[in-house]
């Protein structure tokens, strides 16, 4: 009886750990700067001297009809292909409905507020870690009509395109804008599907690429070039990362005494027991090892979305 | 008697003389099937279709037309699934096979082999344009076959769905 009960755990031990999925990325649909740009919804402002322009989201979600029906017609087919979207104007609403309550919201018996660190805010933005950038603009010739529509895939973490389709619509007399924009979306987001999709298949074969970040406090009096063994610690943090990557690939881009930077790592999705990882986890190995002894040195480990870690070491 | 025996003779004459032109259109059932294999066939964009679909106008050759028509389909749902098409007038967008696997066909030889059988599963996916009427010069004899152009409606959404569900190839969600 024992025996049968040990076996049947195993197998369901088995069972769960065989079928680990990796990290789904979120994706969301934002309208480009170009495109915000050319409507007239950017937000102006006075940073000290300089007049810089940000699209302002919240009223082209507000205002233009036919961004909401490209949105939602995007929205919709992708959800069809089992990967629904963020919908930007809903998380706007939502993070500015965070905000107030977080600013409402008091403890019963001491009366505390919600603790907020600067980072904190600044990263109540609304985010994705692949952004489906938009844009389109109406071309005429004479009374024809046409549309030329571009979406771009855009990786947050490494800057990358990782997926894309544009064109210009046949010109049209009589068709309105908003059918030949539907027409436009219908024509290419196959493309656009196929091309994620082969973003995807290298993610499975060669690692997801990220991007991670070694500072340092400067109340720490150490720096990267303090020497173990006869190795700088810098070079000790790049033979970890050489080691734990899939296939050893990573750019080493920066590297002095208070700041190394490493994109285009390729790490796993999964880790030895087949959970599945995203940069914070990875990066925890990292932290781990210069916590420990010989090094015991402190480090912050901070993450943005699936793809960017940053280790700051000296401090907590 | 003798007037059964010249019945008999009749039939037996009246079958006989069918049979050449049964077996002829078999053979160029074959050849035809042969061709898909060999991707002797072309495929161009048609227009805009409804959502869901592709329209297209593929282009098989036969020595008997009406085989050419009708495998102008199986061609459709071939291209579709392995070759993509060109854009072209019509606000035509050029599309990419549904797989990227240039190994898929042989991979799952025994799926496609059944899938793409005379009256295969391949039919659910695919109707002719115009109750199969082809244009004035959609249909040109070149040597001693046939060129026949037909406008066909690919429902690739089902298409891929089925194929996804099958196994055949990948979702854009498979592996999260």
Redesign the interface.
């Known amino acids: 009886m024992k025996r049968i009960v040990i076996f049947l755990f195993s197998f369901f031990l088995l069972i769960n750990t065989g079928f680990g999925?990796?990290?789904?990325p979120t994706l969301m649909v934002l309208p480009s700067d170009a495109w915000c740009n050319s409507k007239g919804y950017m937000l102006e402002f006075d940073n000290q001297g300089t007049k810089e322009k940000i699209p302002d989201y919240k009223r082209a979600f507000q205002e233009d009809l036919d961004l909401i029906n490209v949105v939602s017609k995007i929205n919709e087919i992708m959800a069809?292909?089992?990967?629904p979207l963020k919908n930007a104007e809903t998380v706007l609403k939502s993070l500015a409905a965070e905000s107030a309550e977080d600013n409402m919201t008091t403890g019963k018996t001491k009366g505390g507020s919600i603790a907020e660190s600067p980072v904190d805010k600044l990263k109540k933005t609304a985010k994705a870690d692949i952004i489906l950038q938009l844009t389109w603009d109406v071309l005429a010739t004479g009374p024809k009509k046409s549309v030329r529509f571009n979406l771009q895939g855009l990786d947050s973490y490494s800057n990358k395109q990782v997926a894309g389709a544009q064109?210009t619509?046949?010109p049209s007399f009589s068709a309105e804008v908003a059918v030949l924009l539907e027409?436009a979306v219908?024509?290419?987001m196959?493309?656009f599907?196929?091309s994620?999709?082969?973003h995807?298949?290298d993610m499975?074969e060669n690692g997801r690429e990220v991007v991670i970040r070694i500072k340092k406090f400067d109340s720490w009096s150490d720096d990267l070039e303090k020497e173990y063994n006869g190795k700088q610690l810098g070079e000790i943090i790049e033979d970890w990362v050489q080691a734990n990557t899939v296939k050893n690939r990573f750019s080493k881009t920066d590297y002095t005494e208070n700041m190394m930077l490493f994109e285009q790592v390729r790490m796993p999705l999964y880790d030895a027991s087949n959970k599945a990882l995203d940069t914070r986890n990875f990066v925890r190995n990292l932290q781990k090892l210069i916590e420990a002894p010989p090094y015991s040195i402190p480090c912050k480990l901070t993450m943005k979305g699936l793809g960017q870690a940053t280790l700051t070491l000296g401090d907590k | 008697m003798k007037k059964l025996s010249g019945v008999i003779i009749v039939v037996v004459a009246f079958l006989l003389s069918g049979l050449p032109t049964h077996s002829a259109f078999a053979q160029a059932k074959k050849k035809a099937n042969k061709d898909t294999e060999d991707w002797r066939y072309e495929v161009e964009c048609a227009g805009?279709g409804k959502?869901g679909t592709y329209m297209i106008k593929v282009w098989s050759y036969s020595k008997k037309p009406q085989v050419a028509m009708e495998q102008c389909k199986k061609n459709a749902v071939h291209a579709v699934i392995f070759q993509g098409f060109a854009?072209g007038?019509?606000?035509?967008?050029?599309?990419?096979a549904l797989t990227?696997n240039p190994a898929l066909e042989q991979e799952k030889a025994d799926f496609f082999a059944e899938f793409f059988a005379d009256g295969g599963k391949y039919m659910k996916y695919v109707s002719t344009a115009n109750d199969g009427a082809i244009g004035a010069g959609d249909r040109v004899k070149v040597g001693k076959e046939y060129k026949v152009g037909v406008i066909v409606t690919v429902a690739?959404?089902n298409l891929r769905k089925d194929l996804e569900n099958a196994g055949i190839i990948?979702?854009?969600?498979s592996?999260?």
């Open positions: 999925q990796a990290k789904k069809q292909r089992g990967f064109g619509g046949e027409e219908l024509s290419k196959d493309n599907v196929t994620l999709q082969s995807f298949d499975f | 805009v959502e854009g007038g019509q606000g035509c967008t050029p599309q990419k990227n690739k959404d990948k979702s854009l969600t592996g999260f």
